[in-house]
């Protein structure tokens, strides 16, 4: 089975290369993807590590200056048509030597200083002028994904409490969770915006899969309103509707400075090394106390505008456990709520954790994150359990999402009870993860650095 899925894994990946980036699926997203190139590199390690450091570097030459990585980055070479929203609805103005309408003015989750260092730690497999190209890569990363944490830790930091706010739900990476639902009820859903622009997600893909036309109403307006200014920070708790703490963007912000801390390591940077694991430090104690709920012993979003945890249980509740710093008791919290029912780790179902809570009334089994079951995720709660040393649960994590992949396919998503594919039919992360997952079964480095 494992050399079959390899090779199919492989072949997506080389479907999907577009030159000098990697589409995460030909037809629904032809453009690149930011957290997705983070994904897509630590797949790429195994199989083509040039390609896997030309695609970050595609993705951080776009990079503004002020130090903001942009959720995607526009192929020029693809018509305005063949993605909704596209690069002049966007219409980011030219920076630095980029020209306009080159990007979105958003991010997503910061695990590119995560996928560098899986990226170089695989480098010495291929040989000594692999070592030596990661060590070169790594050198020209490391100032700009410093750039992106100071972005996101002071500019960001809407709430002034050590986290980063997300201004768009498309800034989770977890696009129509029930974790905004609360939040998102108080941005306007302007639905004649939707008469002027038409969702080209729904020519290629089933609109029972998608998110609704009153969550792109929303989207769309939170766009023209952080565009109104130039996507410029400043004041902006005050003058848009939409500003969340989460907890697996946060936990990711945090798991980034710990992988600075080996990339610093491996460059003699030793004071800076010091430097970031006091930040990883810093983010899980805050993560602990702004987004952890004593009462329900899980992690949930905060909206930053209204102060108010959301009441939703989500995957994104789960991810703070790939921080090693995470108190005793959360740990405990997370690793209760994951073998519950709400999750059922593999042992229950014989499947990954689906994105949403099973046994909430408006568990979707279809509809995108708010219930499907994504591999990206899981991927990273696997590497929390290793962090934890729950190796065995691990290992079972692990297994289920192989299982799935192998039988099913590398889908953007699966349905949470049968496992049928669904979304996108080769999309990169998940096949780029499959490799990983084949690969690799060490436990990630920074949690034995400590
Ligand atoms: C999905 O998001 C995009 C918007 O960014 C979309 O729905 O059009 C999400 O699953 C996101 O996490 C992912 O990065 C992106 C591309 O795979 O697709």
């Not at 695609?55 to 048509?81: C, K």
């Amino acid at each position: 089975m494992s050399a079959e899925l390899w090779n199919s894994a492989a072949r997506v990946l080389e479907t999907n290369w577009q030159g000098d980036h990697m589409v995460p699926s030909r037809r629904l997203y032809p453009h690149q993807w930011s957290w997705d190139a983070a994904f897509i590199a630590v797949g790429l390690a195994y199989v083509n590590p040039t390609r896997a450091w030309r695609d970050l570097r595609s993705l951080f030459e776009a990079q503004w200056p002020d130090g903001r990585v942009p959720h995607i980055v526009f192929d020029p070479a693809t018509a305005e048509a063949d993605y909704f929203p596209g690069p002049a609805f966007w219409s980011v103005p030219a920076y630095a030597s980029r020209p306009r309408h080159g990007s979105t003015g958003i991010v997503q989750p910061p695990l590119h200083a995560v996928a560098a260092y899986e990226v170089y730690r695989r480098a010495a497999a291929h040989g000594a002028a692999c070592v030596q190209q990661a060590y070169g890569e790594l050198e020209w990363l490391y100032p700009r994904l410093v750039a992106q944490q100071t972005y996101l830790t002071t500019r960001r930091d809407l709430g002034g409490n050590g986290l980063a706010s997300i201004v768009h739900p498309w800034e989770s990476g977890l696009d129509n969770s029930p974790a905004w639902d609360a939040a998102m009820a108080n941005v306007p859903a302007d639905m004649s915006l939707l008469t002027t622009f038409r969702r080209r997600d729904l020519d290629v893909s089933d609109a029972s899969h998608r998110p609704t036309d009153r969550d792109y109403a929303r989207y769309v307006g939170l766009v023209l309103s952080y565009r109104a200014e130039d996507y410029s920070d400043t004041g902006l708790l005050q003058r848009h509707a939409f500003a969340v703490e989460c907890p697996s963007y946060n936990s990711i912000l945090g798991a980034a400075e710990l992988s600075l801390a080996q990339i610093a390591a491996v460059l003699g940077l030793t004071a800076e090394a010091d430097a970031h694991r006091d930040r990883a430090q810093r983010i899980t104690q805050a993560i602990v106390k702004r987004l952890w709920n004593p009462e329900t012993g899980t992690f949930h979003a905060r909206d930053v505008r209204t102060g108010t945890l959301s009441p939703a249980h989500c995957v994104s509740g789960l991810m703070p456990l790939m921080l090693p710093g995470l108190p005793a008791e959360q740990v405990a919290g997370i690793l209760a709520e994951a073998r519950s029912e709400r999750f059922g780790l593999p042992d229950e179902t014989g499947l990954p954790v689906p994105s949403y809570d099973r046994t909430a009334p408006d568990f979707d089994t279809q509809r995108y994150w708010r219930g499907p079951v994504w591999i990206n995720v899981n991927w990273l709660l696997r590497r929390g359990l290793l962090v934890h040393g729950r190796r065995d649960e691990a290992e079972d994590l692990r297994a289920a999402m192989v299982r799935l992949v192998h039988r099913n396919g590398h889908f953007e998503y699966f349905h949470p009870k049968n496992g049928e594919g669904l979304g996108a039919p080769t999309f990169s992360w998940t096949a780029a993860l499959a490799l990983d997952l084949l690969a690799d079964r060490s436990v990630p480095a920074y949690a034995k650095a400590g």
